[in-house]
């Protein structure tokens, strides 16, 4: 499964809306328990990949709420409501419908 | 509270053998999936494979057999060799936890930057 990611970057102004988009190109819900298998991470220079969203919309503990994922089957967004300085980082998207788990190719946040 | 530590060699002579490993401490190695990814520099994420406590294996098969992973439960540790190694090894190497019941990798270790060069 292939997951393109959209914007390649984006520049959001502090305290502004950041909309992430990714496209999946085959449908990662699966109907026997109506969960999308689709992940979100936030990366920031030097560091790995953190968790922020599983299950396409589901906070991992300790996220802020100013983070929220949607979508279902092959189109999905991840949202950063309030843009805070700490934010910038490379975020990624990851679905485990099926072998092997794959990635988006990452969207930059900057501030504006 | 779960973490995770890459170790091993930083350098690697091209058509030699990259080895790492890696340590869990703060938990159980037991009763959970542990992988392998890696992320060229500047490039995405690539996942390498996963395996479990008893030693069971799943690679990406967009891989080539150059790629082997064990465990050693008693000491908390599973490794990653990649043979015959070329620049395109090149990465950050990180070992990750799977969570199977919800598809992703929920602890990371901070990851390794393993340069293939002569």
């Known amino acids: 499964i292939v997951l393109t990611q959209s914007p390649d970057s984006l520049a959001v102004s502090l305290g502004e809306r950041a909309t992430i988009n990714c496209k999946s190109s085959e449908t990662v819900f699966y109907g026997s328990n109506n969960k999308n298998y689709l992940a979100w991470y936030q990366q920031k220079p030097g560091q790995p990949p953190k968790l922020l969203i599983y299950w396409a919309s589901t906070r991992e503990s300790g996220v802020p709420d100013r983070f929220s994922g949607g979508g279902s089957g092959t189109h999905f967004t991840l949202t950063i409501n309030s843009l805070q300085a700490e934010d910038v980082a490379v975020y990624h998207c990851q679905q485990y419908h099926s072998d092997p788990p794959t990635f988006g190719q990452g969207t930059k946040v900057e501030i504006k | 509270q779960v973490q995770l530590q890459e170790s091993g060699p930083r350098l690697v002579r091209p058509s030699g053998t990259l080895s790492l490993m890696c340590t869990v401490t703060g938990g159980s190695i037991s009763g959970h999936y542990w992988s392998w990814i890696r992320q060229p520099p500047g490039k995405g994420l690539d996942w390498i494979g996963y395996i479990s406590y008893s030693g069971a294996t799943k690679y990406n098969p967009s891989l080539t057999s150059r790629f082997t992973m064990s465990m050693e439960g008693s000491k908390k540790q599973f490794s990653l060799r990649v043979s015959a190694v070329t620049a395109a090894d090149t990465a950050v190497y990180y070992c990750?936890?799977?969570?199977?019941?919800?598809?992703?990798?929920?602890?990371w270790g901070p990851g390794t930057l393993v340069t293939v060069s002569s």
């Open positions: 990750a936890r799977f969570k199977a019941t919800t598809g992703d990798f929920d602890i």
